[in-house]
């Protein structure tokens, strides 16, 4: 996500600080800029959703903001990653139409297939989660977690991959959400269906998106970044779209022990 954090001005502490010449100043007001005031303006708009709708889960809440947001122009190729979804919008995401829902127990199949070791967790806290790790052993992979951004780093030899996505219409009862991709040079992808029908609130659809690499030179430096979106009415349902050369992505260096 992007949110504003530059050239920010909000109510400030009364009390008087001195001046350069040695004055005393006062003021309601102050000036400011970085990633401390634009994480708590993200911070309060998700609480102000969870006022709005409670019982909604936190991936619901994230989905909203995130497929709700205003796109931004790539400038350069560091911009594939660096804007995220687009600027937060709070007033859209309030009625977003459809969200991305996720299942805790998607969470354990998905460390599942990290290999994660649950006998790490301390049977005090996490008695439940880890009986029930022992008990399912299904696992799902990354790239098809229900998040409202499909993305993936294709290997040398991968040429394609099919994302699979489930949309929770929070919308409205009876609505039709048409598919919309935006077409890139050297990237095919095929959405299907095409149409997503639903008859009521809360009810779930599936989708799935093959996305296939045609020609790695037409796209940047890094990869490919474009967008799919869902409409039906005013409502927009945009998700990111971003294929990443795996050959350019760096692994994190071992710490060593000292």
Same mark, same amino acid.
């Given at each position: 996500m992007c949110a504003p954090g530059e050239m920010i001005v909000p109510l400030s502490s009364p009390m008087k600080a001195v001046g350069e010449n040695g004055e005393e100043r006062s003021s309601m007001c102050s000036l400011v800029s970085g990633t401390s005031f634009?994480?708590?303006?993200?911070?309060?708009?998700?609480?102000?959703?969870?006022?709005?709708?409670?019982d909604w889960s936190p991936a619901a809440l994230t989905s909203s903001v995130m497929?709700?947001?205003?796109?931004v122009?790539?400038?350069?190729?560091?911009?594939?990653? $660096?804007?995220?979804? $687009?600027?937060?919008?709070?007033?859209?995401?309030?009625?977003?139409?459809?969200?991305?829902?996720? /299942?805790?127990?998607?969470?354990?199949?998905?460390l599942h297939a990290r290999k994660f070791d649950f006998n790490h967790l301390s049977a005090k806290y996490y008695a439940t989660l880890i009986d029930i790790a022992k008990k399912d052993k299904t696992t799902?992979?990354?790239?098809?977690?229900?998040?409202?951004?499909?993305?993936?780093?294709?290997?040398?030899?991968?040429?394609?991959?099919?994302?699979?996505?489930r949309s929770k219409n929070v919308g409205v009862p009876s609505s039709t959400y048409v598919c919309h991709v935006e077409k890139v040079d050297g990237l095919e992808i095929i959405p299907q269906p095409c149409e997503l029908t639903f008859e009521n609130l809360n /009810?779930?659809?599936?989708? /799935?998106?093959?996305?296939?690499v045609v020609d790695w030179t037409k796209g940047r430096t890094y990869g490919f970044r474009t967008h799919v979106e869902w409409r039906c009415g005013n409502y927009v349902v945009r998700s990111p779209i971003v294929i990443l050369r795996s050959s350019l992505i760096k692994p994190p260096e071992k710490i060593k022990k000292t």
């Open positions: 634009s994480t708590a303006l993200v911070a309060g708009a998700m609480a102000f959703l969870k006022s709005i709708h409670p497929t709700t947001a205003d796109p122009k790539i400038m350069c190729d560091a911009d594939m990653l $660096g804007i995220g979804s $687009g600027v937060l919008n709070v007033d859209k995401a309030r009625n977003p139409g459809l969200v991305y829902d996720i /299942e805790p127990l998607e969470h354990i199949q998905y799902i992979h990354p790239r098809d977690m229900n998040l409202p951004i499909l993305g993936a780093a294709f290997l040398e030899h991968e040429k394609n991959w099919t994302f699979k996505r /009810e779930v659809n599936g989708y /799935e998106l093959q996305v296939s």
